[in-house]
C-alpha cells in the first residue's frame, strides 16, 4: 500500500534542460544524461502507482526551498495540476501515491505533508499506531495540524526534532539525526522519507515492517518502496534491513539502525527490465499478464531439474534432515496467494503424505496454532510484503518452525525473513488483480511438493520425472486456451448486466471456484462466490433461481473417484431449478454439453494439473464482464496490489 519514490541526483552543470513540468513516461534524461528529480519521481509513481491511486503527490528542493503539488485522485489529476503549476528543475525530490488509511482521500491528506515552516516535507508508507498520542504532545508544544493523517504527526515530529537539533548547535546532517530520533518514537509500521530545504541533495529514509529499496545510480541515487521505482533507470539495487534508516546523496548511500549504529544493506540485481513492467499492447496490465502465464509457468519451472531429472531446489537451503522430519506443513497466505495454496494441499498431500494445512495469515497467529520444530511454514506471497503474512511468518518462527517462502518478488521482506525462498519467476505484476502470480504460485508450490516427495522417498524418480514432464506441457497448454478465447470474452461481456454469479468446483477444481470469484468481486464489484460443488446441496442451493449464472469447474472424466459424474449431477440439480451453467470442462469431455448453456474447453491435463488451465478461462471471463462494464480493471476501486498494512 502506497507507492514511495526518492531521487538524489548530482549537477553535471551545463547542458541540463530536464523539463519544467512533466507527464509520466517522458523525457527522462537531458542530452548530457542528466535526469532531474520530477522527471524520475513521477516515472516511479508512474509504475508504482498500483500500490495505491486516492492521491498523489511530490516534493522537490528548489533554489527557493520545498516546492510541492499534490492532488487527490489518481496520478493523472496530479500530472494535469504540474502542468497548470509547473515545478522548478530540481536534483532531489520525493514522490507519493497513496492507499488511504488515516484520513479520507482529499488534496488535503495527501502526501507529501509539510513542517518545520514549510522547510521539510516527507511522506509515508504504513500506519502509525500512537499517532493520537504523539499529536497531542505536539499540539502542546504548539504544532498546528492540517490532515487528519498520522503521516503529517511523523512530519510534525521529525520538524520539531530536528529544529531541537539547530537550536541546540548540532552540526552534520541533522535531517538524518532527527529522523532515527523520531523512528525511536513511533509505532507500528511505517516507510518515511524525508527532504529538508536546508539539506540540498539529501534524501532519508527509515522503515519498519514496511517496504524500501534503494537504486544505485552513477552519480545518483534512488529510494523506492519496490525496484519498479526506479527500474528505468538502474538494476543495482540494495534490501535493507528491519527498523534501519538509509541516507542518499548522489554519491553516498549511507544505513544505520535507529540509533545512528553502522548497518548494511544487500545488494541484488534487478533481473526485471522495465518494459516487462509495460502494457505491451494490451489495453490493460491485467489482459498482458494473463498473456505472460505460459511464459511465467515455464520460467518458474525453468532450471529446476538436474540432467538426470532429479529435481534441484538449490535456494532450499534448509537442511535435509529438518525436511525430512516435517510431519506437518501450514501455508501461509492471502487472498488469491492463500487459493493457490490450497490448490497446492491437494497435491502435496497426495505426494508426500504430509498432513497439509492452509491457513489465511492475518488468522493463524491469533487462535493459538499448533506450530513447532517439525512444522514445516509455506508463506506464499506474490508480493513479498503482505502484513499479515508477514506477521504469521514471525510468529511461526518464533514457535519453532522452519519457513519457505515463494515470493516473486526479489528484495521483499517475506522471504528475507524466511529460512528459505522459492522464487516464483512471474516478472512483475502490476495488476492489482492477481492472475500470472497464482499459477506460478501453484507451479513453485508444486515443486517444493515434489521436492520434499523426492527427499522423502515417497515418490520414485520417474514418478517424479513424469510429473515433471506434464509440467513442461502447462505453458503451451495455456496458450492453446488463450489462442481460442473470442467465446468466454463475448460471454463475459455479453454478462454486464449480471448481478451475480456463482461458481462450483470440486477437489482441486474447488478453490480455483473461489479463485474465479474473487476476480469477478474485485474487478466487476458483483456478488461471487464460489463453493464446493457437493456443499450445494447442504445450503447454498437455496441461492438458485430462474436465470441465476452459474460456473462450474467440471472434473476429467478421466479422473478417479467418479468426480465427474457427482458434479454432472450437481449440474442437473441447479438447471432443474432455473440455472444458467456456464461449464469449464476438458476437452473431449462431450458428455457436458447436454446439460450446459454454454462450454469452454480446456487442454486434458493430469487431474493435479487442472488448475493451472482451468483457472484461465474464469480469469478472461472476469475482464471482460468487468471492462464491459467499464470499469478500471488494473486498479479496482478501495484495493491496492500490495497490502502492507494489518
Ligand atoms: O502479495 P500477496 O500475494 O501476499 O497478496 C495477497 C492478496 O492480497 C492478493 O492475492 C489479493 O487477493 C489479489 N488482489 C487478488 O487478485
Given amino acids: 500500500m502506497c507507492g514511495i519514490v526518492g531521487y538524489v541526483g548530482r549537477d553535471r552543470g551545463q547542458g541540463s534542460s530536464v523539463l519544467d513540468s512533466v507527464a509520466p513516461a517522458v523525457d527522462q534524461e537531458s542530452a548530457d544524461g542528466q535526469h532531474g528529480a520530477l522527471d524520475v519521481v513521477m516515472e516511479g509513481l508512474r509504475r508504482l502507482e498500483y500500490r495505491g491511486y486516492d492521491s498523489a503527490g511530490v516534493a522537490v528542493i528548489t533554489a527557493d526551498g520545498i516546492e510541492s503539488r499534490k492532488k487527490a485522485g489518481k496520478l493523472t489529476n496530479l500530472v494535469e495540476e504540474l502542468a497548470a503549476d509547473p515545478l522548478p528543475r530540481s536534483l ?335 516478472g512483475p505484476e502490476i495488476a492489482v488483480a492477481s492472475t500470472k502470480a497464482f499459477l506460478a504460485q501453484i507451479t513453485a508450490a508444486y515443486l517444493l511438493g515434489l521436492y520434499l516427495a523426492q527427499l522423502r522417498g515417497n515418490k520414485f524418480r520417474d514418478e517424479i520425472a513424469d510429473v515433471l514432464a506434464d509440467l513442461a506441457e502447462i505453458p503451451a497448454k495455456i496458450q492453446a486456451i488463450l489462442d481460442d478465447a473470442e467465446k468466454i470474452k463475448q460471454l463475459g461481456a455479453d454478462m454486464a448486466n449480471a448481478k451475480s454469479v456463482l461458481f462450483l468446483g470440486r477437489h482441486v477444481g474447488f478453490p480455483v471456484a473461489m479463485e474465479g470469484a474473487l476476480k469477478l468481486k474485485e474487478l466487476a464489484y458483483i456478488h461471487a462466490e464460489g463453493f464446493a460443488a457437493g456443499e450445494l446441496k447442504h445450503g447454498p442451493i437455496a441461492l438458485i433461481e430462474e436465470g441465476q449464472p452459474v460456473v462450474v469447474v467440471m472434473p476429467s472424466p478421466r479422473a478417479r473417484d467418479s468426480l465427474h459424474a457427482k458434479v454432472v449431477s450437481n449440474v442437473q440439480e441447479i438447471r432443474a431449478r432455473g440455472a444458467v451453467t456456464i461449464v469449464i470442462a476438458e476437452e473431449g469431455d462431450t458428455s457436458v454439453a447436454a446439460y450446459s448453456e454454454h462450454v469452454f474447453y480446456v487442454p486434458a491435463s493430469p487431474t493435479l494439473l487442472a488448475p493451472l488451465l482451468t483457472t484461465v478461462p474464469l480469469q478472461i471471463f472476469a475482464l471482460a464482464l468487468a471492462s464491459a462494464k467499464g470499469y478500471d480493471v488494473d486498479q479496482p476501486r478501495n484495493l491496492a496490489k500490495s497490502v502492507t498494512v494489518e
Wanted: net charge negative; glycine share 10%; with cysteine.
Fill in 92 to 426: 532531489t525530490g520525493i514522490g507519493h501515491t497513496r492507499w488511504a488509511t488515516h484520513g479520507g482521500p482529499t488534496d488535503q491528506n495527501a502526501h507529501p505533508h509539510l513542517a518545520d515552516g514549510g522547510k521539510l516535507a516527507l511522506i509515508h508508507n504504513g500506519i502509525i499506531e500512537n499517532y493520537a498520542e504523539l499529536k497531542a504532545e505536539l499540539t502542546g508544544e504548539g504544532l498546528t495540524f492540517l490532515s487528519d493523517t498520522d503521516t503529517e504527526v511523523a512530519a510534525g515530529l521529525v520538524g520539531y526534532l530536528y529544529r531541537g537539533l539547530v537550536e541546540s548547535g548540532a552540526q552534520g546532517d541533522l535531517l538524518t539525526l532527527a529522523l532515527q530520533q523520531a523512528c525511536q518514537r513511533l509505532h507500528g509500521a511505517f516507510t518515511l522519507l524525508a527532504i529538508h530545504q536546508d539539506q540540498p541533495g539529501t534524501v532519508v529514509a527509515g522503515r519498519r515492517n514496511s517496504p524500501l529499496v534503494v537504486g544505485l545510480g552513477d552519480g545518483e541515487n534512488f529510494l523506492g518502496s519496490d525496484v519498479s521505482g526506479f527500474i528505468d533507470f538502474t538494476r543495482r539495487a540494495v534490501e535493507l534491513g528491519q527498523d534501519q534508516i538509509v541516507t542518499i546523496t548522489p554519491d553516498d548511500v549511507t544505513i544505520t539502525d535507529f540509533f545512528g549504529a553502522p548497518a548494511e544493506g544487500t545488494e541484488f540485481h534487478v533481473s526485471w527490465d522495465a518494459a516487462a513492467a509495460e502494457k505491451g499492447g494490451f489495453e490493460s496490465f491485467m489482459e498482458k499478464e494473463i498473456h505472460d502465464q505460459p511464459d511465467a509457468v515455464g520460467q518458474t519451472l525453468l532450471g529446476r531439474s538436474d540432467v538426470s531429472g532429479r529435481l534441484v531446489l538449490d535456494e532450499l537451503r534448509i537442511d535435509e534432515s529438518i525436511l525430512r522430519s516435517v510431519d506437518k506443513i501450514v501455508v501461509l497466505a492471502c487472498g488469491t496467494s492463500a487459493y493457490a495454496g490450497q490448490v497446492a494441499k491437494y497435491a502435496i498431500e497426495h505426494w508426500c503424505r504430509i498432513p497439509t494445512e492452509v491457513e489465511l495469515s492475518h488468522e493463524f497467529r491469533y487462535r493459538d496454532p499448533i506450530v513447532n520444530e517439525k512444522t514445516l511454514v509455506v508463506a506464499i506471497s506474490q508480493s513479498g510484503e503482505t502484513m499479515d503474512t508477514l506477521m504469521a511468518v514471525r510468529y511461526a518462527r518464533e514457535q519453532g518452525a522452519k519457513v519457505v517462502a515463494i515470493c516473486n518478488t526479489n528484495g521483499s521482506t517475506i522471504p528475507r525473513e524466511s529460512d528459505a525462498v522459492l522464487y516464483t519467476h512471474a
